[in-house]
């Protein structure tokens, strides 16, 4: 990390960068770079109140990141400790954002899988049903890294079967008296195994094999050339059509009852 007092030195005076070790903090090729830039590149020199500002913006950075990571590991700590298993499938941030809009997680126990589903995207469904178009597909259960695993056209299946195991595991966590995360992990597992075998059988259609192709061997396979046979594809009865075409070939002479008339076969 760069030195305040070298951050100094370089702003203040950029002829000093040519005399200045840099290599603690920069690679050989990067050093050379930055001290040639140093004294040739368009600027103004720094005065000692901008340094002092500059200062205070770098603390306050660093605070506020130091914080971040701070709520982080708090909001880690509650989910695992309010709902575990609805943290283990969602993870931590998705699972807190759930419950507040839902507003508890009794609340969100209430909710079947569906509308957890698409929680989060009220304004696209209301909107959706007044134009008479599609109904979103995921609300904010998009942001799991389930379903930002997995490729754009299986991400709609994916959400619906996160968000139907997601509903039981809210249920047993508002619910339940288990405070582990049994439940939980056992189903994040049996839904990795079954988007792998989506993303499978999602790559095979691609390339033209699974399912189809088989049919298509099978139906190959069955296929048999023969030769078509007149007698079989006769829908008159065998008496009346071995009178006509029968070996015989005696003409026969036959009596139309509606015209009143004879002809000859």
């Known amino acids: 990390m760069l030195r305040m007092s070298t951050f100094s030195t370089i702003s203040c005076y950029r002829t000093n960068a040519v005399e200045l070790d840099l290599s603690d903090i920069l690679p050989s090729d990067i050093e050379a770079q930055v001290k040639e830039a140093a004294e040739i590149s368009m600027g103004t020199e720094i005065s000692e ?28 700590n509650r989910m695992m400790a309010v709902a575990p298993n609805l943290t283990v499938l969602v993870g931590e941030l998705v699972g807190a954002r759930l419950i507040a809009h839902a507003g508890s997680l ?26 008479k178009h599609d109904t979103p597909k995921y609300g904010l259960i998009y942001h799991a890294s389930l379903v930002g695993q997995t490729s754009a056209k299986l991400k709609g299946k994916v959400s ?52 189809m192709q088989a049919k298509f061997e099978k139906y190959q396979k069955n296929t048999e050339k023969g030769q078509f ?37």
């Open 229 to 265: 046979n007149q007698d079989q594809a006769s829908t008159l009865p065998q008496k009346r059509h071995s009178d006509f075409g029968g070996r015989g070939g005696a003409n026969k002479r036959f009596k139309s009852n509606n015209m009143n008339k004879s002809f000859v076969v």
């Open 106 to 131: 009794l609340n969100l126990a209430k909710h079947p899988s569906s509308t957890v589903q698409i929680l989060g995207a009220e304004k696209a469904l209301f909107r959706a049903m007044k134009t």
């Open 160 to 211: 619906r079967m996160l968000a139907a195991k997601a509903a039981l595991a809210i249920r047993v966590d508002a619910l339940g008296e288990d405070t582990q995360a049994t439940l939980g992990m056992e189903q994040r597992a049996d839904l990795e195994r079954k988007f792998a075998l989506l993303e499978q059988n999602a790559s095979k259609r691609i390339s033209g094999t699974g399912k």
């Open 49 to 76: 109140e901008d340094i002092t500002n500059i200062r205070h913006l770098c603390s306050q950075v660093i605070e506020i990141s130091d914080y971040r990571a701070q709520l982080f590991e708090y909001l880690k």
